[in-house]
């Protein structure tokens, strides 16, 4: 590959994962509240830029993302940024967004250019694997967050809050990035 070839190969990476920053930022800002943790698309705009991009651009388009939120520019839910959203009671799920996009990102890497039911079916899979993945460290935190404000929370009432409300809108938000990756993918290089 000339130089050239790597120049442009390079600008184009750059714009699409942060096309796909915004994208996932957008997706923070649609957000319903219904307790201490909101309903929003942000899990949908992972999977899709992990889906699409593949694990190193997909990863890279997350990554970018926190720390735009971290310096506090207001992508996070409800136009908020800093470092006191990713140590509130819902950072962990703002972490394991970084390992949703690396699970979804790597399978979908494994069956590209495969049939379009494979691709269908390992899509939806491992974006269910990843949303279960954000679960695990976003109740385990909002756990430990609780716990420490001299509310413990058992397993089971911690799943009641941060888990079991939102599996059916997490369910619609994997139908929609998944028909959305099968639609777009022919046009991310």
Known sequence: ????KKSKSAAYDIAISALFVAVIAVCAWIAVPISEI???LQTMGVCLSAALLGWKR???AVSAYILLGLVG???FSGFTGGA???I???GGYIVGFLFTALLVGIACDLVRGKSKGKFIFVCALSMVAGDAVCYAF???WFMFMMSGKGNPYTLS???ATCVLPYIPFDLLKIAVATALSVALKRFIK
């Open 73 to 75: 520019v207001p992508v």
């Open 38 to 40: 909101s309903i929003t």
């Open 58 to 60: 997909g990863l890279a």
């Open 88 to 90: 509130g009671p819902t």
């Open 157 to 159: 009432a911690a799943l």
């Open 1 to 4: 590959m000339t130089e050239e």
């Open 138 to 140: 976003g109740t385990a």
């Open 84 to 86: 006191a959203k990713l």
